[in-house]
T-cell receptor, first 116, second 114 residues
């Protein structure tokens, strides 16, 4: 079974500083990895994903994430945080092994607070 | 902006009521999903439809009844719900097939059971 760990409950960062949200995963075989963001009272918005290829993935709103197979990590990063980045961030994983497997395993989520 | 549309955005219902949540997507996706989300928690998978057939039911109580009338529409029929069923209900869709496909979520329907 696949699982995701997001070790921090809340990440506080000053506006303009780099933002990192951590994610580690456990899955059989190769992973497909996703980041979603949820703004207050909204649905989940897709940010980016790693399927194969370049370990550095660029996504929406200036976010990027680096896939590290040896550390089983997929940390989300943004060079300069904005107050509008304050939201709940979810990491998710699927195994690549099974064709048509539609189950995503989500992490518990990280609340990001960007301080003006 | 999401291309998965959910109605209504807010619903308040009594424990004896029957209501439905509706979802529509026009991205040509053949997999559609219902998730339940409590505040500040990750979404929990309820049902998956693949090519209009129910492919996953995560042991959801029978007071929740999904329906997929066609490839663009997904309904969730609600009957005799409990207060603990109050939550955000998210519809989502994706291409079926290889599991690298992205799941796209709607804005959700906020359900309050009184």
């Amino acid at each position: 079974a696949q699982s995701v760990a997001q070790p921090e409950d809340q990440v506080n960062v000053a506006e303009g500083n780099p933002l990192t949200v951590k994610c580690t995963y456990s899955v059989s075989g190769n992973p497909y990895l996703f980041w979603y963001v949820q703004y207050p009272n909204r649905g989940l918005q897709f940010l980016l994903k790693y399927i194969t290829g370049d370990n550095l993935v660029k996504g929406s709103y200036g976010f990027e994430a680096e896939f590290n197979k040896s550390q089983t990590s997929f940390h989300l990063k943004k060079p300069s945080a904005l107050v509008s980045d304050s939201a709940l961030y979810f990491c998710a994983v699927r195994p690549s092994l099974y064709y048509g497997n539609n189950r995503l395993a989500f992490g518990k989520g990280n609340q990001v607070v960007v301080i003006p | 902006d999401t291309e998965v549309t959910q109605t209504p955005k807010h619903l308040v219902m009594g424990m004896t009521n029957k209501k439905s949540l509706k979802c529509e997507q026009h991205m040509g996706h053949r997999a559609m999903y219902w998730y339940k989300q409590k505040a500040k928690k990750p979404p929990e998978l309820m049902f998956v439809y693949s090519y209009e057939k129910l492919s996953i039911n995560e042991s959801v109580p029978s007071r929740f009844s999904p329906e997929c009338p066609n490839s663009s529409l997904l309904n969730l029929h609600l009957h005799a719900l409990q207060p603990e069923d109050s939550a955000l209900y998210l519809c989502a869709s994706s291409q079926d097939g290889p599991s690298g496909n992205t799941i796209y979520f709607g804005e959700g329907s906020w359900l309050t059971v009184v």
